[in-house]
């Protein structure tokens, strides 16, 4: 096979599509993949060195969660080159793999950051990083388990070649059914992300969750869509690749551009006093109700005229009569005096009755 316009003779026919001049959208796409991948690494080493001038400690304890949520982007871009190649035993297999396992990911680290905007945007105590970070991870872990157990029952453990051989509309069909999961996870987190915007009184989280919803809006979008033109007849298995890889890139900078960049700018800011309940505010004296009862006035007209007959000028109603009066005070020291002694008037001679 002759190797086609822009490749070197020499160079295996599955990583044509690489660099095909006759069918520029592989260029096209593996170069968007490479930019997208390049800007992932500058966004993770900047996230390690702007870990010193967060002020927040609440957003703080996000870097860990979105530096799992970076990787999972980085591996989206990478995974492109995998649906550029052409479809063979080595492909396979990790294309119906990682594709879920890197959204999950991605859509696990979103969701777990917006249960976490939840209780901020309510006043409430945060959760922790690890908290966080373990339900990023929780969540993701359930989509390698099916991914896993669909791999191993459809190779059944021998026939890595197996997705190739595979008709390409059943092939097609095992692909979004694989992703089920990944799907609930974009809903959940598109609903989480609605919580936050529209419930709770401290507005400075919601900029937070509009980012989550509007990347998942935009995700959601994406995937029907690729979904969609999947599973349509019409197209062709030809297209597949393309419309695969052509998904994989657009989400990967949906993810950058609407979250992670966004978030970025909001990384430095100080802390808003506006963000978070008064600590004290269960101390404040609180206005108290006033009593609608009948106050019985009798006695204390008593009361006063009786101080007035006295001629107590200091006399005060349902008090004692006995005040404390101001007295003048004498603040000098007192002096020592010697005890008079009992021999003063003795002489020494008996006294005769």
């Not at 059914?177 to 400075?204: D, E, K, P, Q």
């Not at 978070?276 to 006033?290: G, H, I, N, T, W």
Request: proline share 5%.
């Amino acid at each position: 096979m002759t190797a086609p316009r822009g490749c070197r003779s020499d160079l295996d026919s599955r990583y044509h599509k690489l660099c095909d001049l006759a069918e520029g959208w592989g260029i096209a796409l593996e170069t968007l993949a490479a930019v997208g991948a390049v800007a992932t690494v500058v966004f993770m080493f900047a996230l390690i060195f702007v870990i010193c001038k967060v002020q927040d400690s609440n957003k703080r304890k996000m870097l860990p969660t979105q530096f799992l949520f970076l990787l999972g982007v980085l591996g989206v871009f990478g995974l492109t080159f995998a649906f550029i190649i052409k479809l063979d035993g080595d492909t396979g297999p990790t294309r119906f793999f990682l594709f879920g396992v890197l959204f999950a990911i991605c859509f696990s680290c979103l969701l777990a950051h917006a249960f976490n905007l939840i209780k901020l945007v309510r006043g409430r105590k945060p959760l922790s990083w690890l908290v966080i970070l373990s339900l990023a991870v929780g969540f993701s872990l359930v989509q390698d388990v099916i991914a896993i157990e669909y791999l191993v029952l459809t190779m059944n453990r021998t026939n890595v070649n197996v997705f190739s051989e595979l008709p390409a509309p059943r092939r097609n069909e095992d692909f979004v059914m694989l992703l089920i999961y990944v799907l609930f996870l974009m809903v959940l987190t598109f609903s989480a992300s609605f919580f936050v915007i529209s419930c709770g009184s401290f507005s400075g989280w919601k900029r937070h969750g509009f980012h989550i919803g509007l990347t998942s809006f935009l995700s959601i979008a994406i995937w029907v869509t690729w979904i969609i033109l999947l599973l349509v007849p019409d197209i062709g298995p030809k297209w597949d690749d393309t419309i695969l890889s052509t998904a994989l890139v657009a989400n990967g900078w949906v993810f950058l551009a609407f979250y992670i960049l966004p978030e970025f700018r909001q990384l430095p800011r100080q802390r808003s006093p506006t963000d978070y309940p008064v600590e004290d505010a269960f101390c404040k004296p609180q206005l108290m109700k006033q009593s609608y009862g009948v106050e019985n006035r009798a006695y204390s007209q008593e009361e006063i005229t009786q101080g007035l007959e006295m001629g107590d000028g200091h006399y005060a109603p349902y008090s004692t009569h006995f005040q404390l009066q101001n007295r003048q005070k004498d603040f000098s020291i007192p002096r020592a005096h010697a005890p008079a002694s009992p021999y003063n008037n003795y002489e020494g001679r008996r006294e005769d009755s």
